[in-house]
Nanobody, 118 residues
Framework: QVQLVESGGGAVQPGGSLRLSCAAS????????MGWYRQGPSKQRELVAI???????TYAGSVKGRFTISRDNAKNTMYLQMNSLKPEDTAVYYC????????????WGQGTQVTVSS
């Protein structure tokens, strides 16, 4: 099993920055990719960014150039640096981990709220 705990959400004005963190525990070695997803008001959950175990990254077009996904293997933590935030970035942000092997599956954190408003 894999457990994920997000932190770092909050309220910020347009143009501001936030950094989200996702701490992973449990069967860390089974994780092959981690990512951030978000779900805005009355919207479906959507991909924000993914980072694989080989550090390949993929971004949604709407955040490319503004958001950066990274990870610190020593701390078993993934980050999402969000710059130039816009009101349309307002959403609950979820951490995701894809695992293989005996603990294969799609794991989710509890979510953290990001609100961008003036």
């Amino acid at each position: 099993q894999v457990q994920l705990v997000e932190s770092g959400g909050g309220a910020v004005q347009p143009g501001g920055s936030l950094r989200l963190s996702c701490a992973a525990s449990g069967s860390i070695s089974s994780i092959v990719a981690m990512g951030w997803y978000r779900q805005g008001p009355s919207k479906q959950r959507e991909l924000v960014a993914i980072i694989t175990d080989s550090d390949t990254t993929t971004y949604a077009g709407s955040v490319k150039g503004r958001f950066t996904i990274s990870r610190d293997n020593a701390k078993n933590t993934m980050y999402l640096q969000m710059n130039s935030l816009k009101p349309e970035d307002t959403a609950v942000y979820y951490c995701n981990a894809q695992a293989v092997g005996p603990f294969r599956g799609n794991y989710w954190g509890q979510g953290t709220q990001v609100t961008v408003s003036s």
